[in-house]
């Protein structure tokens, strides 16, 4: 099965297209991923929503919205300009997440008191530090263990 689940940032504004024969809707955008570490450069990557879900990206999301975004992962085969063939990924959607985005995210409230909602900081997601210090003792590994007087 191809799932993608990614973490992402529009950096197009949703471009709201329709098929010439059915009129079926399509929002083309790109979106940007974080790279794994901190020298890593981000990736872009082309998405395209379909039917209710593209009416739905174009009236709700725009550029510069964090989103998650599930959906299939397809390899595109295209002529470019000078008319060498390119492949490029392409992330077919079939759900968006809100993270941080323009549109109200719901709410629901426990208590007068205390509100809770759906969004979660980017930054929580973050590795957390190395807790190894120089004052950290470590075990030796027993390396003279005799393996086959284990009882059965």
Known sequence: MNTCILMAKIVSEPELRYTQDSQIPQTHMLIEIE???????????????????ASE???KYNQGDQVILTGRLAMRTFENTSG??????ELNISHVY???????????TESK????????????FKPKA???????????????????????
């Open 113 to 124: 008191e205390s509100t809770e909602t759906n969004v979660v900081e980017l930054e929580s």
């Open 130 to 152: 190395n807790t190894l210090t120089e004052d950290t003792e470590i075990s030796p590994v027993e390396t003279n263990k005799n393996l086959d007087d284990i009882p059965f």
């Open 84 to 89: 060498t063939k390119e492949k490029r990924a």
């Open 57 to 59: 990206i174009k009236e």
């Open 35 to 53: 790279g794994l570490g901190a020298n890593d450069t981000p990736g872009t990557l082309k998405a395209i929503g379909w039917g209710n879900t």
């Open 98 to 108: 809100p993270i941080t985005a323009s549109i109200p995210v719901a709410t629901f």
